[in-house]
């Protein structure tokens, strides 16, 4: 008996090492592959998440979605049609014109939105556990891309009904669709990592959204942008990556508009090097979100 409490004590007296210590990143630093795949589950419950919560309780359901971009398309057909007499294209309705443009303008600010919100939303999280923060902002931008796909099957139905034909330009969607959710996606984890400490973003970033949509040819095309505007705003148009982002929508979908290649190689290296410098914001951030959220 003696013996065996002599062995308890010298097991109780040992230093007992950690089995996994977290540590801030210093410098730096870039997402860890191995930890966002160990974490790959978190990413599809946060989705479905969001999902199930931002749905509950609504008699329509997924359907508000869809409503959006109709209700728009019907105001921007009053508008910009009948009003102010801009044409769509011949044999294209300019009511799925306009439901086309804000396909890609929703896309852009419901991931620029969501994702940047996701932290501040979800800070009970982030001061408990450990986790990937990045997941929080990533399967934001998922449940938005689920609902442009909703809007896509619309919008494809739309033009069978309107006798609008589907051309072969439609394989370019994807990645016009991925350059806008890089874009949204790199100014929203730069946004999201500045709300944390400075919650005068979540006030700002709704009247910015707003004055980029007016800025940008949703409601019209870069063409009739850049014949009806002043010659000292073109180059504002030209600078503008959503500009490129937009008519590259209605050209793959529609198979109207054109696009310069200086003006779509802009757009590209613009939106990834958003991202990029969201990523390493982001990163940079991160190691003070549980200490000030």
């Given at each position: 008996?003696?013996?065996l ?56 359901g ?32 300019y ?7 804000l ?8 991931v ?39 809007s ?26 991925f350059?806008?959710?890089?874009l ?36 019209f095309?870069l ?40 003006l779509?190689l802009?757009s ?11 990523l ?14």
């Amino acid at each position: 008996m003696q013996a065996l409490g002599t062995n308890i004590a010298l097991l109780s007296s040992r230093k007992r090492e950690p089995l996994f210590t977290i540590k801030p990143s210093s410098g730096l630093s870039f997402i860890d592959p191995g930890e966002l795949w160990a974490f790959r589950d978190l990413l599809l419950s946060l989705a479905w998440r969001d999902i199930k919560v931002r749905y509950r309780q609504t008699y329509l359901g997924a359907v508000w979605v869809l409503l959006q971009p109709l209700m728009g398309a019907a105001v921007f057909s009053v508008v910009f049609h009948q009003v102010a007499r801009l044409s769509a294209p011949a044999g294209i309705p300019y009511f799925v014109v306009s439901y086309c443009s804000l396909m890609g303008w929703n896309l852009f600010s419901t991931v620029l939105t969501k994702s940047s919100n996701s932290l501040v939303s979800n800070s009970h999280l982030i001061s408990k556990i450990y986790f990937p923060r990045i997941y929080l902002p990533l399967s934001a931008v998922l449940s938005s891309c689920i609902d442009f796909f909703l809007s896509l099957t619309l919008l494809i139905l739309i033009m069978l009904f309107c006798g609008v034909p589907l051309t072969s330009q439609l394989i370019a969607l994807p990645f016009w669709s991925f350059l806008t959710v890089l874009l949204a996606t790199g100014v929203g984890l730069q946004a999201g990592a500045l709300m944390v400490s400075y919650r005068d973003v979540q006030h700002i970033l709704p009247v910015a959204l707003q004055l980029l949509f007016y800025a940008s040819p949703v409601g019209f095309t870069l063409a009739d942008a850049l014949t009806r505007v002043p010659a000292r705003w073109s180059l504002f148009f030209c600078l503008n990556p959503l500009s490129a982002l937009l008519e590259g929508f209605r050209l793959s979908v529609l198979g109207v508009g054109q696009l310069p290649l200086p003006l779509v190689l802009y757009s590209s290296i613009f939106c990834f090097a958003t991202f990029v410098i969201g990523l390493i914001s982001f990163r940079h951030l991160e190691r003070k979100f549980a200490d000030v959220i």
